[in-house]
């Protein structure tokens, strides 16, 4: 099984922003869906933003501010997060589906994701 790692995190102020890349290694990107999901302690994994293809779908609380992208040249996708809040703050994952429907869908179902990176952590101060 291919092997997906997260990087990019670190400590931002509010209003700063922050990229973080989810290379793959092992499978090609071309062929799934990706996800970025979020994490903070005592709740559930929640979808933030998906892709496939040329679709994209961002939770509400993000819309306008994270952006998803995809580079499959170098087989790495991408969450570039601007305006950053508090409320931002937890472990970013990002995960493959092969079999998916939407991308609504699949940001609602961590569950049914394929594959997983360990996360990378984002902490917004303020």
């Known amino acids: 099984q291919g092997q997906l790692v997260e990087s990019g995190g670190g400590l931002v102020q509010v209003g700063g922003s922050m990229r973080l890349s989810c290379a793959a290694s092992?499978?090609?990107?071309?062929?799934?869906?990706i996800g970025w999901f979020r994490q903070v302690p005592g709740r559930q994994r929640e979808g933030v933003s998906c892709?496939?293809?040329?679709?994209?779908y961002e939770e509400d609380s993000v819309k306008g501010r994270f952006t998803i992208s995809r580079d499959n040249s170098k087989n790495t996708a991408y969450l570039q997060m601007t305006d950053l809040r508090p409320e931002d703050t937890g472990t970013y994952y990002c995960a493959v589906q092969g079999d998916m429907t939407t991308v609504e869908a699949m940001c609602a179902t961590p569950y049914a994701m394929d594959n997983w990176g360990k996360g990378t952590l984002v902490t917004v101060s303020s």
């Open positions: 892709i496939f293809g040329s679709e994209t």
């Open positions: 092992g499978y090609s990107l071309d062929y799934y869906g």
